[in-house]
């Protein structure tokens, strides 16, 4: 695992299926233990994540990443980054500015994402 694969997943992989709406591409990707720290402290596990896009009605319209640093350690890495993102929800368009931690692991031939946390930005 290199940095420069953690970015490749996150961004052509994690974001275009958000985007996309790929329900399946993601997933394949979220870890059976995923988790998402959302910037109130809720947390949702891989299946509430899955609900929520699915029937929440949430819709990514564009994501941008900048600032990005990976750490790589062993099978795992961790991206920090920050993000702004336009989504929207029941037809109520947001933008938000965040900075987000992404850890990734490698899981057989496989990198999956384990934990997502994100804090808003001013």
């Known amino acids: 695992m290199t940095a420069e694969e953690i970015l490749s997943v996150h961004r052509y992989v994690f974001n ?5 709406q790929d329900y399946a591409a993601l997933e394949g ?6 988790m ?5 402290g809720s947390v949702l596990n891989k299946q509430e994540v ?3 896009l699915r029937r929440g009605g949430l819709r990514f319209h564009s994501i ?6 990976v750490r790589v350690y062993g099978s795992t890495g961790v991206l920090t ?11 109520m ?30």
């Open 64 to 69: 941008e990443l900048g600032q990005a640093e």
């Open 81 to 91: 980054a920050e993000s702004q993102a336009v989504s929207s929800r029941r037809g």
């Open 29 to 34: 990707l979220y870890a059976d233990d995923y």
């Open 36 to 40: 998402l720290v959302r910037p109130d």
């Open 50 to 52: 899955l609900q929520d």
């Open 93 to 122: 368009e947001s933008h938000s500015h965040f900075r987000l931690i992404a850890v990734y692991v490698q899981q057989g031939q496989s990198i999956k994402l384990v934990h997502f946390q994100s804090t808003f930005l001013r």
């Open 16 to 20: 275009r299926a958000l985007k996309e």
